[in-house]
């Protein structure tokens, strides 16, 4: 069975801190993908990141990096020094067999 | 940037009409797209993968015959619900991407989304 948890319902940090969303999966397949996708307030969804399983080299991008650890099946995200635009519900996902989604976390950026 | 354009943006109608739901790449040839469906409490599934010229292919649970997808060009998917029923009411996001398959390192650029309401 696959699984995706952000245990993480709603985060709240105040500009400037950094914050770290969750991301734990489940899965039998040897070969998956893990991504990551923003939703803004506006609706739109926006592509972050896409990592397959033979890759656990972490990522950084900008203020955002993430962590790959198959040994504990986890893909976490963090956001450096946050603003308030990073406000959003942040979605992991995990593609095996089938794709499915975490149910999201809803990161509030207070200035 | 990469633009997708998803329309309409919004649509109600009665239960057993069938709606289409139109998503075009606007600066790029998209030989991959994907439809997804957001229900109410903010959880995303995905719907189905297109790849252009070919069938769809649908994620397990969803049904074929209820959502037709075409990508018959490499500018536009479609998404028809048919004979639409209340429980069918959402959120339908389409994406597209460049190029094929899992193993791009090409982006994902979504549409606005469609709402869909079934009375």
Redesign the interface.
């Known amino acids: 069975a696959q699984k995706v948890t952000q245990a993480q319902t709603e985060i709240s940090v105040v500009e400037k801190e950094d914050v770290t969303l969750d991301c734990v999966y489940e899965t039998r397949d040897t070969t998956y ?1 893990l991504f990551w ?1 923003k939703q803004p307030p506006s ?5 972050l990141i ?1 990592r ?1 399983s033979f890759d656990e080299q972490n990522e950084i991008s900008g203020r955002y990096s993430w962590n790959f650890q198959k040994s504990t099946s986890s893909f976490n995200f963090t956001i450096t020094a946050s603003q308030v635009v990073d406000s959003a ?1 942040y ?1 992991c ?1 995990l ?1 095996g ?5 975490g ?2 976390t809803r990161l509030f950026v207070k200035a | 940037g990469a633009v997708v354009s998803q329309h309409p943006s919004w649509v109600i109608c009665k239960s057993g009409t069938s709606v289409k739901i139109e998503c075009r790449s606007l600066d790029f040839q998209a030989t991959t797209m994907f439809w997804y469906r957001q229900f109410p409490k903010q959880s995303l599934m995905l719907m189905a993968t297109s790849n252009e010229g070919s069938k769809a292919t649908y994620e397990q649970g969803v049904e074929k015959d209820k959502f037709l997808i075409n990508h018959a060009s490499l500018t536009l998917s479609t998404l028809t619900v048919t004979s639409a029923h209340p429980e069918d009411s959402s959120f339908y996001i389409c994406s597209a991407r460049e190029t094929q398959g899992v193993l791009s390192n090409q982006p994902q650029h979504f549409g606005d989304g469609t709402r869909l309401s079934i009375l």
């Open positions: 993908y996708y609706g739109e969804l926006v592509f896409r397959n519900v979605f996902a593609k067999f089938k794709t499915i989604f149910a999201g």
